[in-house]
Each structure stands twice: as C-alpha cells, then as structure tokens.
C-alpha cells in the first residue's frame, strides 16, 4: 500500500488493513539489533517506498553503531537492465555481509526471484519484509533453497470465531447471481457454469453442481488455514520421540553408543550467522577507527601494559588501579607482587651469607689479637683502639641484616642510624690511630709539648668526639623526618617496592658525608706518618684502606640515586659491606699475616716503639 496513506490529515476515513513500512522497517532493524548484525547489505526497489526505506533504514543503523556494507536497486524491467542485475550479483558475491535486507514491492518479486534464477548466489541470510512468504508460494521451487535458513515478518494471524464454518458453508447456489462468486468456484474446482464460461479446444471441462464441499486443501493457497507448518512440526516431535524411545528401549548387544558421537556432531541446531564488518575486538583490546570506513568498521588494539578491558567492543581499555596490573590478556587487573629484599632471594641469601662469613672473619682476628694481645705487633698497634675497631666493624656487618627482610617500621627506623653510629666508630677509631702515631713520633722531639698527650686516654676520647657528631646528626633525623615504610608502585610497573623511605634525602647523605670527611682526614694523617721510621707502622695499610673506603662510597652514590627498590638495598648492603672489608682487611689482615707467617717479628727482643 502507497505509503502516502499514511498521512492521518490527508486521509482521516482511511482504515488501513495493511502493515506500515515504517513499522516493517522498524521490525527488521529490532531484528538486526536482536542477533547483533550490524555489516548488512540492502537491496530495495526502484521506486519511493524502496528509497523512503533505504532513507530510513541507513538512520534507524546508526543508532545502533550499524552500517549498510552496501545499497542496490532493483529494477523493475529485468530484461531491459540486464547489466544491472549482473552488478547486483556482482554486489552480493563481493560483500563481506553475511546478512542482507530485502526490501522491495510486491511487483519486483518476478525480477528478483529472476535475479535467482539467472545466477548461483552464495549463502547469505536473508530478511524480508511481510509480503515475501506469501509471494514464495508461487516462486517456491525458485528462491526455496536459495532462501533457507532467512527471516521475514509475517502479518499476525488469528481464528476469527464461527468464520470457517461460515466460510466452509460457503456455495454459488446461495449466492446465484454473484458473478465474482461463480468465478472463484471454477478455479477452486476447475470445473464451469455454462453462463460464464469460455471454451478452449483441447481442454476438458467439467460441470460445477455448486455442491463441491470447499476444504483446507483448496484454500491453503490463500492463506485462510495454512496447516502444513502445524503438521510439520508435529510430525517432526513424534519421530524425535519415537526414535529416542527405539533407542531406550534397544537391549545389549543392539547398542551403538560409539556412534553417537558422530551423531551429535552431525546434527546441529541453526546457527546464527555473524554479520560484522569485522570480528568483534575480544577482551583485552579496543576498537580503534579505521580511517576512511564507516563507524562499524574498526581494527582492534590490544590493550597496553597496565590497562584492561573485560568485554567485547570496549571503546576504551581502563586503567587498572596503582596496585594492580593488567594480566598477560590484559582482560583483568590482577594485585601486584610486593618486592622486597628477602632472605629468600637469590641476592638476599648470597649477600646474608656473605655478611655471615664476614661476621665470623672479624670474629676469629678478634680471638687471634686477644691471644696475641702481649706480643709486640698487637701492643704497638693500640691494643685497644684495634678490638674497638673489631667490634665496631663486627656490628657494622651485623646491621647490614637490618636491611635484608620485609620492611617494618622499626626496622627503618634504626638501620640507617645503626650503621651510621657503628660505622662512625670505625673510621674514627682508624683517625684515632693515625693521630696517635703523629702526637707520639712528634713527642718524642726535645722539648715537645705533645708528651702529655701520649696514651691509650687521648685515643678513646678522640673516638667518642668524632661518634658524637654522627650522633647529633642521627638525633636530628629522628626528631625532625625520621624514615618510614612506603610502598612504592610507580618505579616498578609489575611490583610494589616495599621499601623503606629515608624521609629525609639530606639527613641520610649528612650522614654519608660525615663519615666521608673523617676518611678523608684518616687519609691525610695517614698519608703524613707513612714515612715514619717504625718496623710496625701501620700508616701505609691505613692510607690504601682509606682509598678503597672514598672509592666504595664515592661509587655508591650514583647508583644509589640510580636504583629503585630492592637493588636500592642491595647497593648500600654492598658498600657496606666492601668499605667494611677493606678497614678489616687492609690495617687489620697484615698484623694476622706476620703473626702467624712472620713470627720472628712478634717477638719481645724486637726493639719497638710501644704508644
């Protein structure tokens, strides 16, 4: 029906009897929508409803993010457009839509079921709108196969109460003088009324008695009472049934359950067809535009590092929380793995292992002097300075533990402190020894005033001055931004450093600084009584340790600016551990040396100038 009917204004009185396209249209694009096809292609007739439909349809798609892949018209005279038919083949073969539109008027079925006829069309599921099933009664055989497995609206059906029985009561001889009535009894019966009839040679006739009982075989054409689809489907459940009760009731050795496997792969349910420009993007990546196609079209991107997407089509992946990271999908954010120096680790273990044979090292030079301690090479070295500077860097070994294992907050608290005090010790034990050398070799020029200060006194003072100043730097941390654990999710974007934060970068490099400054003193006392006259001067070990002191620390402050966290830890456990190595090594290893390989030197008629 023209569409220009539906103008209520215009034509207040018409009754329509008949779908409106607009809500055919409407129909077919829910069906779209329903099945998710959103790349169809679209044929229409070469008239305004054709067009008024391609107008509307292209609209009603987009508000759904669809697109019409492509648009052809159909024409009326196929003989006369027979070029044009071919390019419509040509259009369908061609696509990558799996779904097509059919939306033409009732008068260009004949060049459609032509177009079907002329050319092998690939299997494509088709969407009609409500005329077609009634058209495929005369173009059956022509579009059955061709068609199989589409979709079409159909007009809503129903019983109208005591119509058949009016309908099937229905005879010419109760109507004998409607002409329209007569006519209608000769096609149904193929037989004539003398009146009407027109004589064609060679074709046999048959008398109408008007008394022929009118049944649903006669009117199945016309749509009164169409049963076969009924009786289809209830032919199809009782054999269904029936099989399935022969196949209950089969008895050993009758059964072939191997083959049922077979079975059940052969026969399947229909298939809903996929019609998308291209495959819909999986979770874990994102529709990114292609440039140049419609909005349907799109490439898919893969999420980066860090985002996720967990459904299909995502405009956009998510940035995943700063504790989480994105899995190898990158379809869910997943927590991070905390990271710390653990005991547990490769490098934790080798380096606790390391500070425990160092431990024992300091440990057993310690038991060697205190066997040792009258010999002439333990007394003229400071007996006392030498186990303060044991001791001090026994505990400086010990507190490198303090920094392998899960951070708390006592643990950050003390082991940067720790170290710093112990440490501090050492070196200024190492300054104590060499400024006693210095007063004690000047002493001994007449008339010198440094005699009064020669002694074990003078020693201990100078190592508990030089220890205060690390102190009151460690108090002034603690008191002003004292260190605390933090967990650091931005320097490793697969982990949570937990770590601990110094809270102040200054007060931690004072520190650093300040030991720094008594080994460069060291050095230089070193340095000046290197060239004084004693078998057992120890000024020269002292200079070479100091060396390897400033290299160690000098060294370490790039990279541990340049670490994050666990190698952070692991750089100061290092130049702990090596400048603590070099003071044992370097002033304490040649006294062990000639103790045990030089014995003749550490005897008690060696002459040797005791301080």
Not at 392 to 403: E, G, I, R, Y
Request: hydrophobic residues 40%; contains cysteine.
């Amino acid at each position: 029906m023209h569409p220009v009917f539906n103008n209520r204004v215009q034509f207040p009185s018409f009754y329509r009897t008949s779908p409106n396209e607009e809500a055919e249209i409407d129909g077919i694009v829910q069906i779209l929508k329903h099945f998710g096809w959103k790349w169809v292609g679209l044929i229409i007739s070469d008239d305004d409803t054709g067009y008024r439909a391609r107008e509307t349809f292209t609209y009603a798609l987009t508000s759904y993010n669809a697109c019409i892949a492509f648009s052809s018209v159909l024409k009326y005279n196929f003989y006369i457009y027979f070029n044009h038919e071919n390019n419509i083949f040509q259009e369908i073969e061609r696509t990558t839509a799996n779904v097509i539109v059919l939306f033409i008027s009732i008068k260009y079925t004949y060049s459609f079921a032509h177009l079907f006829s002329m050319y092998k069309m690939p299997q494509k599921t088709w969407i009609t709108s409500s005329f077609f099933p009634n058209v495929m009664v005369y173009r059956q055989e022509e579009l059955e196969i061709a068609l199989n497995g589409s979709l079409s609206l159909l007009v809503q059906e129903g019983e109208i109460l005591g119509f058949k029985q009016f309908f099937y009561g229905f005879s010419p001889n109760k109507y004998t003088k409607d002409e329209l009535t007569a006519d209608t009894w000769e096609k149904l019966f193929h037989c004539y009324f003398p009146r009407v009839v027109t004589y064609i040679p060679g074709r046999t006739y048959k008398t109408c008695t008007g008394n022929e009982t009118l049944s649903d075989a006669n009117l199945s054409i016309y749509g009164d009472h169409n049963y076969r689809i009924t009786y289809r489907v209830y032919t199809a459940v009782y054999a269904l049934a029936h099989a399935l009760h022969k196949l209950y009731s089969a008895q050993p050795p009758a059964n072939h359950w191997d083959k049922l496997v077979s079975l059940k792969n052969n026969v399947n349910p229909w298939q809903i067809p996929q019609s998308l420009c291209n495959d819909p993007c999986a979770p874990g990546s994102r529709k990114s535009k292609r440039e140049g196609a419609p909005s349907c079209c799109y490439d898919c991107v893969k999420c980066v590092d860090g985002e996720m997407s967990n459904r299909t089509d995502a405009p956009e992946c998510l940035k995943c929380p700063e504790d989480t990271k994105s899995n190898l999908q990158r379809n869910d954010c997943i927590p991070k793995e905390i990271n710390y120096l653990s005991y547990m680790d490769s490098m934790g273990s080798s380096l606790t292992s390391i500070t425990l044979m160092l431990f024992c090292s300091t440990a057993a030079v310690l038991g060697i002097f205190l066997k040792y301690w009258d010999t002439p090479i333990v007394r003229a070295n400071n007996q006392n300075l030498s186990c303060i500077l044991l001791i001090s860097l026994m505990l400086c070994f010990f507190c490198t533990l303090l920094f392998i294992g899960r951070p708390t907050q006592i643990c950050c608290l003390l082991r940067q402190v720790t170290f710093g005090f112990v440490f501090t010790i050492s070196v200024s034990a190492v300054l104590a020894k060499t400024l006693t050398v210095i007063i004690a070799f000047n002493a001994t020029k007449p008339g010198s005033k440094l005699t009064k200060y020669v002694g074990t006194q003078l020693s201990i003072i100078l190592v508990i001055l030089f220890s205060l100043g690390e102190m009151g730097i460690s108090l002034g941390w603690m008191a002003s931004n004292p260190p605390f654990v933090e967990a650091d999710m931005i320097s490793e974007k697969d982990f949570i450093n937990l770590i601990c934060n110094e809270g102040s970068v200054t007060f931690f490099f004072n520190i650093i600084a300040y030991m720094g400054t008594l080994a460069l003193l060291s050095f230089i006392a070193a340095f000046l009584a290197k060239d004084f006259p004693d078998r057992f001067n120890e000024a020269k070990n002292i200079t070479f340790s100091m060396l390897v002191f400033c290299s160690v620390w000098v060294t370490f402050v790039p990279a541990y600016l340049s670490s994050k966290g666990s190698r952070m830890v692991a750089v100061e456990i290092f130049a702990i551990l090596a400048s603590s190595s070099g003071l044992l090594g370097c002033i304490l290893g040649p006294k062990c040396y000639m103790i045990y390989l030089k014995p003749e030197l550490n005897k008690r008629e060696t002459r040797v100038l005791i301080f």
